[in-house]
């Protein structure tokens, strides 16, 4: 009964984790970007399978952060991936002609620039980052 309790308390303060976590990053797009919000599964077909295009037909190119916070909580929380099976698969559409590696930025403010004058870019930023010039798109 102990066992079953410490399992319950662990997975209670993942969650609160998570749900903190993923309220701290926001996905960005270029205002060209038709759609006012993505699904979950639009993103992980955007950033993990190469597709370019979101539902509502808008063309998109994914932008990525090397690191840092933002980048843990939107891999393990809007993808469900980790930072090495991201590259693992984007190497594997490279190899195929199916996909360029998404280019990668060491900073925020560099990705909300690019973003921002990028037609069709789409990335992700901790909420706190200024970003001016680029779209919030509602995950939902």
């Keep these: ?21 993923r309220a701290q ?7 060209s970007v038709a759609s006012s919000s993505v699904s979950k599964e639009e993103l ?13 037909g808008s063309k ?29 698969v984007w190497r ?6 199916q996909g360029t590696v998404p280019k990668s930025f060491d900073s925020e403010a560099e990705m909300v ?5 990028k037609p069709g870019a789409l990335g992700y930023i901790s909420n706190s980052t200024a970003h001016d010039g680029v779209k919030v798109l509602a995950v939902q």
């Design 60 to 88: 998109v190119t994914p932008v990525l952060l090397k690191q840092g916070p933002a980048h843990s909580a939107f891999l393990l929380h809007y993808l469900e991936t980790t930072d090495v099976r991201l590259m693992v």
């Design 44 to 56: 992980r077909k955007v950033f993990i399978e190469g597709a370019s295009r979101l539902k509502d």
């Design 25 to 31: 990053v926001v996905v960005i797009a270029n205002p």
């Design 113 to 117: 620039q690019y973003v921002a004058s």
């Design 1 to 21: 009964m102990k066992k079953l309790l410490s399992i319950c308390v662990l997975l209670a303060g993942y969650w609160m984790f998570a749900a903190s976590a």
């Design 92 to 97: 594997g559409l490279v190899l195929t002609g």
